[in-house]
């Protein structure tokens, strides 16, 4: 999956971008009352950002992407987050399950202080993997 960044709110996405001159392209925007899945609908505005191309169980290289990613983009994300019509802001870490019954991921001080820097918060989205994932294999 990768990692995203979500800015949430009552707003309309490409107006936000336009008045705090976001040159970034987002992945995908959309409205509050848009479609989303299965007759339901986005409960807020949204814009989604993609921040790495990192596998799931590749997590380290996740954060130090992230890490280039807020430090490139701080400025318009600390006006953009102040914003008042954003009500969430947050890096989403899709990561992988492990096999085991407890799993661990410590996250570098480097992104934490950025994220702070940049209002932000960090999510960490675990997912499980078939068994034919190499890191659901017997130890």
């Known amino acids: 999956m990768g990692c995203y960044l ?3 709110g009552n707003f309309n996405p490409e107006e936000l971008m336009l008045v705090h001159k976001v040159d970034l392209q987002p992945d995908s925007t959309w409205m509050k009352g ?10 807020a505005s949204g814009i989604q950002f993609f921040v790495s191309d990192a596998s799931h169980d590749d997590y380290r290289r996740q954060f130090k992407q992230a890490i280039a990613f807020l ?16 009500e969430e802001a947050f890096l989403d870490f899709g990561l992988s399950q ?25 999510e960490l989205s675990f997912y499980a993997i078939s068994d034919s994932h190499p890191n659901f294999s017997e130890k």
């Open 34 to 43: 848009d479609a989303l899945r299965k007759n339901r609908q986005y409960e």
């Open 71 to 86: 430090s490139a983009n701080k400025e318009w994300l600390r006006v953009v987050t102040n914003d008042p019509r954003v």
């Open 98 to 122: 492990d096999s085991h019954p407890a799993y661990f991921r410590r996250l570098p001080r480097a992104l934490i202080q950025w994220a702070g820097v940049c209002g932000l918060e960090i």
């Open 6 to 8: 979500r800015i949430l």
